[in-house]
T-cell receptor, first 114, second 113 residues
Framework: DAKTTQPTSMDCAEGRAANLPCNHS???????VYWYRQIHSQGPQYIIH???NNETNEMASLIITEDRKSSTLILPHATLRDTAVYYC???????????????FGTGTRLTIIP | DVKVTQSSRYLVKRTGEKVFLECVQD?????MFWYRQDPGLGLRLIYF???????EKGDIPEGYSVSREKKERFSLILESASTNQTSMYLC????????????FGSGTQLSVL
């Protein structure tokens, strides 16, 4: 699976959009981009995933560049409860045995400022 | 709502003890996983299971074993606990199939003294 690079930490003002970048320059054509987050003292929580099209759900939007070498997770109106560590992961799709290959790095620690 | 339950939130054991960490999911998921999380190292996969009585080694299986006798339960066993196994242990489960997301438990913070 491709390696990802994320900033170690970021701050965002409450109510503003939080934009979290991720570089995955060695991504392959069949690898998906996943985002999870981990709020303090809890297990990671799935947010969103995509292959090449932009995706949106009730939690966030995922913007993937045309060359697929980077992506941005957008939390449109950040709240204090969005303070967490955010993990960007790539994995091969279409496989029953893909989840065990998920590699959670150290992620981005996002702090929402009141 | 989906639920992955880990039996203990905090656990303190002594070096050399046999330790059992239990995980139960109520979602009829085929796949179950054990990770450990240490500061600066992210999550590392210890073992996973894709079916009852089936198990596969992850990235750091040394010093651990697992048991999956029933679909809903996946146990992590430390045969002889050591201080370097002090860590946060996270259990997860998922459906079989492409692109299925992981559901995690809240974790067990194990301290080995």
């Amino acid at each position: 699976d491709a390696k990802t690079t994320q900033p170690t930490s970021m701050d965002c003002a409450e109510g503003r959009a939080a934009n979290l970048p991720c570089n995955h320059s060695t991504i392959s054509g069949n690898e998906y981009v996943y985002w999870y987050r981990q709020i303090h003292s809890q297990g990671p929580q799935y947010i969103i995933h995509g292959l090449k099209n932009n995706e949106t759900n009730e939690m966030a939007s995922l913007i993937i560049t045309e060359d697929r070498k980077s992506s941005t997770l957008i939390l449109p109106h950040a709240t204090l409860r969005d303070t967490a560590v955010y993990y960007c992961i790539v994995r091969v799709g279409g496989s029953n045995f893909g989840n065990e290959k998920l590699t959670f790095g150290t992620g981005t620690r996002l702090t929402i400022i009141p | 709502d989906v639920k992955v339950t880990q039996s203990s939130r905090y656990l303190v054991k002594r070096t050399g003890e046999k330790v059992f960490l239990e995980c139960v999911q109520d979602m009829d998921h085929e796949n179950m996983f054990w990770y450990r999380q240490d500061p600066g190292l992210g999550l590392r996969l210890i073992y996973f299971s894709y079916d009852v009585k089936m198990k596969e080694k992850g990235d750091i299986p040394e010093g651990y074993s697992v048991s999956r006798e029933k679909k809903e339960r996946f146990s992590l066993i430390l045969e002889s606990a050591s201080t370097n196994q002090t860590s946060m242990y996270l259990c997860a489960s998922s459906l079989a199939g492409p692109n299925e997301k992981l559901f995690f438990g809240s974790g067990t913070q194990l301290s080995v003294l």
